[in-house]
């Protein structure tokens, strides 16, 4: 019976004999390869190894590595390739240093403390409030009221959360408000049809403007009213604000302390982050990896903290040494050699690898560049010369004040007011060049100390002809 008329009977067809192929000698086209990827051992032949090979590259994110740690030659059975061990180590690293926000926020349970509490009495008692959140950047302001936020992502809050740096023109933030509520863009919202809507709603709406300070403009209206809210009859809003400046609402929004007192919102302040505190987070980021020395670590901690007290910043310049640690590893491969230059047990980040990351980093001090303003530049170098002699390193706002005029009448240069120079102390507070110590509605009886050390100063300013002079001439 033929296969056709098999199949138009219905009966099965049997397969046709296979011919085997006879082999003199070894079998070289069969012969066996084991492959180990990962704790399993997968057994082929030749015409498949280069299958498994790929399947093996699969697993490595680096390519370039991945074909320099494939075996070129068949391997024993039961061998294993030589392949980079800590490789992985350093992947994990990198992920683990990026900024996206952690389940858990260390060294910051004051501010979650009172964040919380804010909610608690307002969101929770269905009573309108506003609170201001100011920082230097990178000291976690976002990462805490984000972190907070999931409490109530399943509640009948609704939540606005804005971030202002994407609004073309303050006016805007309307228009954005009620995308959020209504779901669908319009191009021109007025503000009063929107504060009678948000007020007479039956939820509570909490809005949240992350670098509010970008809805700056003549006149403020668009803040006033956006401060209003909260305090008009039957609001429902919640408003809280973020942004850097520690004085926003005093010199921007003045009248919130005169005729709109009632609308003035309640006053959170993130300090920078500690040496400790930077390398604590950065240790628990890391976990047991174990790829950057402690004394790399540390010695990042110590810098960051004494310019920004930035967390960003910090994470950036461990992320760059571990990439310059990868980058060489994989030099070294590429070169031939088959295992990694330092032993399981080492660390694979030292000293040299975070001393040249932070000598090449551009932006590691306000000073070293142009986007710190002469003026601030002026007083940063008064307060070095002031300090010099004293233990606390603490100079009156009185000794400031009087050695910064000295400094400018003695250059030629134009000396701001004294009301202008309280706000460069506030300024370079925010940044986290100085800490200001006293009560704000006093600021005669204020504190100023240089968080930089004057080696530190000097090294940053030594290319600048006018600033070094004052340094090595003093006052």
């Known amino acids: ?280 987070i950065l240790f628990h980021r890391l976990g047991d990896t174990g790829v950057i020395d402690p004394k790399a670590i540390e010695f990042c901690a110590r810098k960051v903290s004494a310019v920004f007290g930035d967390l960003r910043k910090a994470l950036d310049l461990c992320r760059s040494a571990v990439e310059l640690a990868q980058t060489q590893q994989r030099s070294r491969l590429m070169g031939g050699e088959r295992q990694l230059e330092n032993p399981s047990h080492s660390c694979l980040v030292t000293m040299k690898e975070m001393a040249t990351v932070i000598a090449n980093d551009s932006s590691s001090s306000s000073l070293k560049d142009d986007s710190l303003p002469l003026q601030q530049k002026l007083v940063v170098c008064t307060l070095v010369v002031l300090a010099r002699g004293s233990t606390s390193r603490e100079v009156s706002l009185s000794q400031l004040q009087e050695g910064y005029r000295r400094v400018c009448e003695r250059r030629q240069l134009k000396a701001e007011s004294d009301g202008e120079l309280v706000a460069l102390c506030g300024y370079l507070e925010t940044v986290g060049i100085v800490v200001v110590k006293g009560k704000r509605n006093e600021p005669r009886l204020a504190k100023i100390t240089l968080k930089l050390q004057e080696s530190e100063v000097e090294q940053l300013l030594k290319d600048k002809t006018l600033l070094s002079t004052i340094l090595s001439e003093g006052l």
């Open 1 to 280: 019976m033929d296969m056709r008329s098999a199949k138009r009977e219905g009966t099965a067809v049997p397969f046709p004999p296979v011919k085997r192929r006879k082999y003199n000698g070894t079998r070289k086209n069969a012969r066996a390869v084991q492959i180990q990827i990962g704790k399993e051992n997968v057994s082929t032949d030749r015409k498949t190894k280069s299958k498994a090979a790929r399947g093996t590259r699969a697993s490595h994110d680096d390519p370039i590595l991945s074909d320099v740690c494939e075996p070129s030659s068949p391997v024993r059975a039961g061998a294993t390739p030589t392949v980079p061990s800590r490789y992985q180590d350093l992947k994990e690293a990198i992920k683990s240093l990026h900024n996206a926000i952690p389940s858990s926020l260390l060294c910051r349970e004051r501010e979650l403390v009172a964040l919380g509490s804010f909610l608690k009495s307002t969101v929770e008692a269905n009573v309108a409030g506003s609170l201001y959140v100011a920082g230097p950047p990178g000291t976690g302001k976002t990462a805490c009221v984000t972190h907070l936020l999931q409490k109530y992502k399943d509640s009948s809050l609704t939540v606005i959360n804005v971030n202002c740096m994407g609004i073309q023109r303050p006016q805007a933030i309307f228009s954005r408000i009620s995308e959020e509520l209504f779901g669908e863009h319009r191009s021109s919202v007025m503000a009063e049809p929107l504060a009678k809507f948000v007020v007479s709603s039956k939820k509570m709406i909490l809005i949240v403007l992350d670098e509010i300070d970008q809805l700056v403009q003549r006149g403020q209206e668009v803040l006033y009213t956006l401060f209003e809210w909260p305090s008009l009859p039957g609001s429902k809003v919640v408003l809280v604000g973020i942004a850097n400046s520690l004085d926003f609402t005093d010199r921007f929004l003045p009248r919130l302390q005169t005729h709109l007192r009632h609308c003035q919102p309640q006053l959170l302040q993130f300090r920078p982050y500690t040496k400790d505190e930077i390398a604590s």
